[in-house]
Nanobody, 129 residues
C-alpha cells in the first residue's frame, strides 16, 4: 500500500523559495506516476476537483509542469526514489495553496485530480506580497 507524507510548507515573502518533500512508502517508481497538486485556500479539502496539477514525474522519468510554474518549480527524486522533492523558486502570492503529494498507477497522461487515488495530507504554502 502506497503512503505519502508531505513536509516543507511555510510562509514566505514573494520572490523567496521553499522546498517541499514527500516521503513515499510502498511505492514502485516503475509502476506509478507521482507528483504534486495544489488546492487554493478556502476550498474544501474533500472537493478534489478543485485541485490543480502542478508537477508530475512519470514512470519513464519524464516530467510535466503547469504553465504557471514552469521555470520556477522543479520536480525531482532522491537516488533511492523514496522521497520526491519540489523546490519552488520566485514564489508568487498566487502560489499560495495547500500542496498535496499524489500518485496513481501507470502513466501521467491524465492531469485530472479525480484520476489520482493516493494522496498525502497536504502542506500549506503561503506567499505574501
Amino acid at each position: 500500500q502506497v503512503q505519502l507524507a508531505e513536509s516543507g510548507g511555510g510562509s514566505v515573502q514573494a520572490g523567496e523559495s521553499l522546498r517541499l518533500s514527500c516521503v513515499a512508502s510502498g511505492y514502485t517508481p516503475s509502476r506509478y506516476c507521482i507528483g504534486w497538486f495544489r488546492q487554493a485556500l478556502g476550498k474544501k479539502r474533500e472537493d478534489i476537483g478543485t485541485r490543480e496539477g502542478v508537477a508530475m514525474l512519470d514512470t519513464d522519468g519524464s516530467t510535466t509542469y503547469a504553465d504557471s510554474v514552469k521555470g520556477r518549480f522543479t520536480i525531482s527524486q532522491d537516488n533511492a526514489k523514496t522521497t520526491l522533492y519540489l523546490p519552488m523558486n520566485t514564489l508568487k502570492p498566487e502560489d499560495t495553496a495547500i500542496y498535496f503529494c499524489t500518485a496513481k498507477m501507470y502513466d501521467c497522461l491524465s492531469n485530472s485530480a479525480h484520476d489520482f487515488g493516493i494522496w498525502g495530507r497536504g502542506t500549506q504554502v503561503t506567499v505574501s506580497s
